[in-house]
């Protein structure tokens, strides 16, 4: 069974940052890719970061290039999502994702995680 677990969530302040990761098990992942998304209150879930596991290809949602990085540990079945210059707007529950395509769409990820909760102070 494919188990996703995010961790690193937090309070910062404005300008701050902040390093999300994401344990995966269950499967192999190689050929498949690891998303993150996040939902602020009020808003839809909505695109962060994607990579894909063999190769390393990465995409990011125009709102958070040049300050956010996704990367993975293969040896630890892990992402992380390193998070810089935050603003209050980031301020949402981070989700992790799992699916065989690198993608921006929610319906393209089958398995998901509980989230953390990222809350950005001004």
């Known amino acids: 069974q494919v188990k996703l677990v995010e961790s690193g969530g937090g309070l910062v302040q404005a300008g701050g940052s902040l390093r999300l990761s994401c344990a995966a098990s269950g499967r192999t992942f190689s050929g498949y890719a690891m998303g993150w998304f996040r939902q602020a209150p009020g808003k839809e879930r909505e695109f962060v970061a994607a990579?894909?596991?063999?190769?390393?290809?990465?995409r990011y949602a125009d709102s958070v290039k040049g300050r956010f990085t996704i990367s993975r540990a293969n040896a630890k079945n892990t992402v992380y999502l390193q998070m810089n210059s935050l603003t209050p707007e980031d301020t949402a529950t981070y989700y992790c994702?799992?699916?065989?395509?690198?993608?921006?769409?929610?319906?393209?990820?089958?398995?998901w995680g509980q989230g953390t909760q990222v809350t950005v102070s001004s």
């Open positions: 990579i894909r596991w063999s190769g390393g290809s990465t």
């Open positions: 994702a799992t699916g065989p395509v690198l993608s921006g769409y929610q319906t393209q990820y089958d398995y």
